[in-house]
């Protein structure tokens, strides 16, 4: 079993910034790609930003040039530093974790989410 556990939300003002942690742990062989995605009431949950092994990166236009997602392969560690934050950046954001137990056994593990506020 992977466990992730995120840290680093709150509540902070526009304009602000906040940086967002996740640890991978557990029976762990392989991390392939690490994510964040977001959820605000009402809404379906959507993706943040994403990024693979190598240090390839993906980011929603919504968050282009205000958020950077980067990891730490040895530290199973995966980090959301977002800036510049806007009201609409509300929402509970979740780390997503893909990878491998081992040969052939796949895992696809979500962590609990933190919330992040920004006031206006």
């Known amino acids: 079993q992977v466990h992730l556990v995120e840290s680093g939300g709150g509540l902070v003002q526009a304009g602000g910034s906040l940086r967002l942690s996740c640890a991978a742990s557990g029976s762990i062989f392989d991390i392939n790609v690490m994510g964040w995605y977001r959820q605000a009431p009402g809404k379906q949950r959507e993706l943040v930003a994403t990024?693979?092994?190598?240090?390839?990166?993906n980011y929603a236009d919504s968050v282009k040039g205000r958020f950077t997602i980067s990891r730490d392969n040895a530290k199973k560690t995966v980090y959301l530093q977002m800036n510049s934050l806007k009201p609409e950046d509300t929402a509970v954001y979740y780390c997503?974790?893909?990878?491998?137990?081992?040969?052939?056994?796949?895992?696809?593990?979500w962590g609990q989410g933190t919330q992040v506020t920004v006031s206006a």
């Open positions: 997503n974790v893909q990878g491998a137990q081992g040969p052939g056994r796949g895992y696809d593990s």
């Open positions: 990024v693979t092994r190598r240090a390839s990166t």
